[in-house]
């Protein structure tokens, strides 16, 4: 098992930018394949973006103009740079450890006027 801890979301207006971050607890980070996950009301969880040991990194359509992933590895933080937010972007974020099933608690994001 890890332990995903998400934090760095809140309300923010159209147009905004939040920057969320993932503490992650676990042996081998470096070498694990993380990724950024979101789930608005009533919908299912979709997932935002990967990137691999080797800092490859992989955007959905929908955002790959306007979120960046990174990583950290000497401190196992993974990172979510969310620019030009819009109201459809309000949902609960969640980082992911591929191959570990369990979830952090999630942030909020709410972007709304």
């Known amino acids: 098992q890890v332990r995903l801890v998400e934090s760095g979301g809140g309300l923010v207006q159209p147009g905004g930018s939040l920057r969320l971050s993932c503490a992650a607890s676990?042996?081998?980070?470096?070498?694990?394949?993380m990724g950024w996950f979101r789930q608005a009301p009533g919908k299912e969880r979709e997932w935002i973006a990967t990137i691999n040991a080797n800092n490859k990194t992989f955007h959905y359509e929908g955002v790959r103009d306007r979120f960046t992933i990174s990583r950290d590895n000497a401190q196992n933080m993974v990172f979510l740079q969310m620019d030009r937010l819009k109201p459809e972007d309000t949902a609960v974020y969640y980082c992911?450890?591929?191959?570990?099933?369990?979830w952090g608690q999630g942030t909020q994001v709410t972007v709304s006027s």
């Open positions: 992911k450890w591929f191959g570990y099933e369990n």
């Open positions: 676990g042996s081998r980070f470096s070498f694990a394949a």
